[in-house]
Nanobody
Framework: QVQLVESGGGLVQAGGSLRLSCAASETISTFNVMGWYRQAPGKQRELVATITSDGSTNYADSVKGRFTISRDKAKNTVYLRMDSLKPVDTAVYYC??????????????WGQGTQVTVSS
């Protein structure tokens, strides 16, 4: 079972920055897609950003130009750099890794979540 450990959340003022980290218990080369999702109180979980095994990235329109997803294969870690944070970015952020296995197909692994709170 893959374990994901997230860190880097916290309280920041509007306009500030944070960097989230997601450390995997095994090589991230196993995974097709790595990403970050978030869930605000009373709302559904939504996609924030993804990065594929070949380095292609995708962002939600609401974070384009402000957030940057990256990964360090040597450290088995995925990052989310968040700049120009807004109060609407307040949410619990979850790391997600997707693998596709021959026998079981797509399998998703989730982190425990890390709280990001942006004050106005």
């Amino acid at each position: 079972q893959v374990q994901l450990v997230e860190s880097g959340g916290g309280l920041v003022q509007a306009g500030g920055s944070l960097r989230l980290s997601c450390a995997a218990s095994e090589t991230i080369s196993t995974f097709n897609v790595m990403g970050w999702y978030r869930q605000a109180p009373g709302k559904q979980r939504e996609l924030v950003a993804t990065i594929t095994s070949d380095g292609s990235t995708n962002y939600a329109d609401s974070v384009k130009g402000r957030f940057t997803i990256s990964r360090d294969k040597a450290k088995n870690t995925v990052y989310l750099r968040m700049d120009s944070l807004k109060p609407v970015d307040t949410a619990v952020y979850y790391c997600n890794l997707q693998a596709t296995y021959i026998l079981t197909g797509r399998t998703d692994y989730w982190g425990q979540g890390t709280q990001v709170t942006v004050s106005s």
